[in-house]
């Protein structure tokens, strides 16, 4: 497999903040490759400067060995982005849509090739309807054809099925493996844990600007080791002084009302924690244990929720 | 070819859009019906001046004319009913030369050519009446030999002077409203972020709005000419082809400034202040509804200048006036000018991205 995209150091500052500081990772042909990271920690900045669209003030994008910077008009037509809040001409309909982007690029759609993007999108029957008209995932789903009518290599998409129900986003999922499955590199950005873990090869997981890890999903998951997830709620707050006591090894972390505990012992760990409570007069509720997720890992990596 | 779509693309999306359809069309033809409801003349009685005259033929003319309804022969001086010819008081004017034996009368006639109606009327009736009197009474093939001039008179019919005032206005509110409105919100819902990922050129996008308004700007004026024709009685003197260079001219120096508008405004909502506050002003100086003799001298040298001034007066002199293009050249350029300001300035300031999405959002 060959690298297609390399970024090295890339960064971007708004006055006295950090937006993106110093990112370097490489991406391989024919990958789906995942941002990960809550609302504001930098994913958009960082996707925007690999498509051109915003300056960086260091470092450097390659897409395909073609640098991006300081001349973005090189890759325009190596790359396809769908961008996360996607509005069309209210007035135009799907077709119309497609046939004007594509002339963007200086092409002719041909019947089958509309056909195509169509049905790939499901959008057969709504050729003729006005985009006003399209559900959040039918629009979704255009900006995606939208953005293949170029014939990109590396596809962007941010956030591809925020807003989505569930079904919705399943259907965006097939479109993306199809790209996938027709040589596509893919880049998208998630705050959907399910989303990642069930489409990316690969997550990035970004905080503050920063890239905090990046592996497989799985692989991220099984660096939390054999621990526990203990989650409950307490009628009050419990002294971190305790809550530093759970365990030696335990790792505690906010999470909204609740708490979180990581426990490589969880029946000490619970045994303790009721213990505590009783002796306090502190009623706990809705204690579970599990086995952690993709959630569990940026819980302990960056100590937030995923989702605000 | 990115031209061509987006061009198309472009009208597509004014002539789909309800309220824009209002603005471009009904619009204009609202201000026609008031204004005709309220300055336009009905169809009164006929008045034909004939020069005081004892000769035979006189006579008879005055004879033929008791027997018609509808018609009154006004008798006078020449210098007098010239003066009321003018003033609009009577339509035609007839002088009956003194005809040597045996040679035909020479009858001249005088009418005013911006009052076509009424005049062409009175002009028929004078024929019809020569005509009578040549066969009925004297039996020769040719007693009078008539000779019409038309006098241009200072004052034209209102609704004819108000027609190319209409065409201009309207071009202006399209052009301004119509591509700046897009623009900025196209801007505002990040369309235009998508466009700019495209190869496709600034210029070409943004040539491509301008155009689109040129092909809105034929379809007012003819839309207000056809309704000028058929419900107002305007006379349309000048060619056509000629009217739509300077329509298209009009619409292109319109549309840059309504580029140039959308970089200055920040957001939509700003368009229509900036864009009104702009129109009305030159709405009225303009000459639009009515010329603004009894303004201030310096208050008249500013309208001079201004950009629908020179739009609305090389439409009235082409289509009211009959003036050929080469009368109205200084227009012409000036309308060039304009857009060529408008255009280096459009282009300094275009933005493809809102403020706010440009710097400050570092939001994923």
Not at chain 1, 12 to 27: D, E, H, P, Q, T
Not at chain 1, 181 to 196: F, N, P, Q, S, V
Not at chain 2, 191 to 198: E, G, P
Not at chain 2, 262 to 270: H, M
Request: glycine share 8%; with cysteine.
């Amino acid at each position: 497999m060959s690298i297609i995209v390399d970024v090295q150091e890339l960064t971007k500052r708004y006055g006295s903040l950090l937006a993106v500081n110093k990112v370097s990772f490489a991406i391989e042909k024919g990958e789906i490759f995942g941002f990960l990271g809550p609302n504001g920690a930098g994913k958009t900045t960082c996707l925007e400067m690999m498509e051109g669209l915003r300056k960086p003030d260091g470092g450097k994008v390659l897409l395909k060995g073609f640098s991006v910077w300081p001349d973005p008009r090189k890759v325009k037509n190596l790359i396809g982005v769908q961008l996360q809040s996607t509005s069309f001409y209210e007035e135009l309909t799907v077709k119309e849509i497609l046939v004007l982007f594509a002339s963007l690029y200086g092409r002719r759609l041909s019947a089958q090739q509309l056909a195509s993007l169509l049905e790939m999108a499901g959008l057969a029957e709504k050729r003729n309807a006005y985009t006003n008209t399209l559900s959040g995932g039918q629009k979704q789903r255009l900006a995606i054809i939208t953005a293949l009518v170029n014939e990109p290599e590396i596809i962007f998409l941010d956030e591809p099925t925020t807003g989505l129900d569930p079904q919705a986003r399943r259907r965006s999922w097939e479109i993306i493996q199809e790209l996938q499955g027709k040589g596509k590199t893919i880049i998208l950005t998630t705050h959907y844990m399910e989303e990642a873990e069930n489409l990316c090869e690969r997550v990035a997981i970004i905080d503050q600007g920063k890239i905090v890890a990046i592996d497989q999903p799985q692989k991220l998951i099984d660096q939390l080791g054999q621990k526990a997830k203990i989650s409950f709620a307490s009628s009050r707050p419990l002294e971190s002084v305790f809550l530093a006591q759970l365990g030696a090894e335990a790792g505690q972390v906010n999470a909204g009302d609740g708490q979180v505990v990581f426990a490589s012992d969880p029946a000490q760990t619970i045994g303790m924690l009721l213990e505590k409570a009783k002796q306090d007069g502190i009623v706990i509720n809705n204690l579970h244990v599990s086995s952690p997720s993709l959630d569990d890992v940026f819980l302990g990596l960056t100590g937030k929720e995923l989702r605000d | 070819m990115a031209f061509w779509t987006l061009l198309l693309a472009n009208t597509r999306l004014q002539l789909r859009n309800r309220s824009s359809l209002f603005w471009h069309f009904a619009f204009p033809l609202v201000f026609m019906v008031l204004f005709g409801l309220i300055f336009g003349r009905g169809a009164g009685m006929l008045n034909i001046g004939m020069v005081a005259d004892n000769s035979v033929s006189a006579q008879h003319f005055q004879a033929a004319f008791n027997e018609i309804e509808g018609i009154k022969l006004i008798q006078g001086a020449e210098d007098t009913l010239l003066e009321e010819l003018k003033a609009g008081q009577i339509h035609v004017l007839v002088a009956f030369g003194t005809g040597e034996a045996g040679q035909p009368v020479d009858v001249e006639l005088f009418y005013d050519q911006n009052e076509l109606l009424a005049t062409g009327t009175a002009r028929s009736v004078v024929r019809g009446v020569l005509d009578g009197i040549t066969k009925a009474v004297f039996e020769v093939p040719e007693l009078f030999r008539l000779k019409e001039t038309a006098i241009s008179t200072e004052e034209l019919n209102f609704m004819s002077f108000l027609l190319p005032g209409v065409i201009g206005m309207s071009v202006m509110f399209s052009a301004l409203f119509g591509t700046a409105y897009p623009l900025v919100t196209e801007r505002e819902k990040g369309i235009l972020r998508r466009v700019k990922l495209t190869p496709v050129k600034t210029t070409v996008f943004l040539g491509a709005k301008a155009v689109g308004m040129t092909v809105i700007a034929f379809m007012q004026a003819a839309i207000i000419i056809v309704t000028g024709i058929s419900f107002f009685d305007v006379q349309i003197l000048g060619s056509l082809p000629a009217a739509a260079l300077v329509v298209l001219l009009g619409a292109l120096m319109m549309a840059s400034l309504g580029l140039l508008i959308a970089g200055v405004a920040k957001r939509v909502e700003s368009v229509d202040s900036i864009a009104n506050a702009i129109a009305m002003p030159m709405m009225f100086l303009a000459g639009t509804f009515f010329e603004i003799d009894g303004a201030p001298d310096w208050l008249q040298s500013v309208a001079r200048v201004l950009p629908l001034t020179h739009l609305n007066s090389a439409l009235r002199e082409v289509l009211i006036r009959g003036q050929e293009l080469v009368a109205v050249i200084p227009e012409l350029l000036n309308m060039v000018a304009w857009s060529f300001v408008f255009i280096v300035a459009a282009a300094y300031l275009f933005r493809w991205e809102s403020p706010k999405t440009q710097g400050s959002n570092h939001k994923a």
